[in-house]
Nanobody
Framework: QPHLVESGGGLVQPGGSLRLSCTAS????????VRWFRQAPGKEREGVSC????????NYADSVKGRFTISRDNAKNMVYLQMNSLKPEDTANYFC?????????????RGQGTQVTVSS
């Protein structure tokens, strides 16, 4: 079953940085737009950032603008989320999802996620 695989999560102090990675098993990710989501216990899932197939179009949730940067390397079949100036409220499970067109509607594939914990 094709799916996405995330890595790079962990425990970091407030103000610290992490880089999350997302790759695809069994299919080329460059045919898909990719969105990073996050979900914390007891909270609704939040769309964090989206990148188009070519990497030209990017968007971010207001809560992460100026702190997070999404990018992709289609040659390596990877999408990244660079997270700087992390805050305790960024603590969540982060997962990536692939859309065949743009980051709207239903995604076709997703990963299980990687846990990010921001705490002193």
């Amino acid at each position: 079953q094709p799916h996405l695989v995330e890595s790079g999560g962990g425990l970091v102090q407030p103000g610290g940085s992490l880089r999350l990675s997302c790759t695809a098993s069994e299919f080329p990710l460059n045919f898909y737009a990719v969105r990073w989501f996050r979900q914390a216990p007891g909270k609704e899932r939040e769309g964090v950032s989206c990148i188009s197939k070519t990497g030209i179009s990017l968007n971010y949730a207001d809560s992460v603008k100026g702190r997070f940067t999404i990018s992709r390397d289609n040659a390596k079949n990877m999408v990244y989320l660079q997270m700087n100036s992390l805050k305790p409220e960024d603590t969540a499970n982060y997962f990536c999802a692939a859309y065949p067109g743009v980051c709207e509607g239903l995604f076709e594939y997703r990963g299980q996620g990687t846990q990010v914990t921001v705490s002193s």
